[in-house]
Nanobody
Framework: QLQLVESGGGLVQPGGSLRLSCVAS????????IGWFRQAPGKEREGVSC????????YDADFVKGRFTSSRDNAKNTAYLQMNSLKPEDTAAYYC????????????????????WGQGTQVTVSS
């Protein structure tokens, strides 16, 4: 059974950077589309960036384009979210998820409970 564990969150000043990691265990990520999502208090979970199986295609939400980049290393069973130029409105719990047989856009735009989800890591952007 696939399990995901995120790490790399923390407190950062506006304009700073963080890199989140999502490590998989139980199964390999080779067959899974990987997505990064976030949820702020009182708001719905939203897709941030999703990356295809081989990493050739990504879908990035408009609010992170040019600032966040998702990547993956299937040999290490790990996915990453590089976050630059962070803003206070990026403050949220960030989750990675995995699912098979979907597209990066479908995964990000309409997240489903049925995805395999990690436990989340908190990102706080504040001075």
């Amino acid at each position: 059974q696939l399990q995901l564990v995120e790490s790399g969150g923390g407190l950062v000043q506006p304009g700073g950077s963080l890199r989140l990691s999502c490590v998989a265990s139980g199964l390999t990520l080779d067959d899974y589309v990987i997505g990064w999502f976030r949820q702020a208090p009182g708001k719905e979970r939203e897709g941030v960036s999703c990356i295809s199986i081989r990493g050739y295609n990504t879908y990035d939400a408009d609010f992170v384009k040019g600032r966040f980049t998702s990547s993956r290393d299937n040999a290490k069973n790990t996915a990453y979210l590089q976050m630059n130029s962070l803003k206070p409105e990026d403050t949220a719990a960030y989750y990675c998820a995995a699912v098979r047989f979907t597209t990066v856009q479908a995964m990000c735009v309409n997240p489903q409970r049925e995805y395999v989800w990690g436990q989340g890591t908190q990102v706080t952007v504040s001075s």
